[in-house]
């Protein structure tokens, strides 16, 4: 592990895929590294990876972000209420 540099990343879906193999990089380079995501089990197993390397990490839990709204319904991959775009000419 690299000596610790000050720095602090919040890295969100940080509990698997690519978040989660950033989070570790960055942990295990001297960061702080804030893990984000919605499963706290995962989270955690995240968070013990970077400590048992030597670095510092805390589990923050999130749940879908909407800005306190939902997100629009959906159809075939677009917003139902907003019209089809013809393709550019």
């Given amino acids: ?7 602090t990343a919040l890295v969100t879906g940080s509990t698997d895929g690519v978040g ?12 702080r ?3 984000h995501g919605r499963d706290r089990t995962r989270g955690e197993e995240v968070v013990g990876k970077i ?9 923050l839990q999130g749940g879908p972000l909407g ?4 997100a629009p319904p959906r159809a075939n991959g677009r917003a139902r209420d907003r019209p089809a775009r013809s393709p550019p000419q």
């Fill in 51 to 59: 400590k048992a390397a030597g670095g510092a990490a805390e589990f």
């Fill in 20 to 31: 989660r193999m950033v989070a570790t990089r960055l942990g295990e380079g001297g960061w």
């Fill in 1 to 7: 592990m690299a000596k610790p540099n000050g720095k």
């Fill in 33 to 35: 590294v804030l893990v």
């Fill in 67 to 70: 800005l306190g709204r939902s």
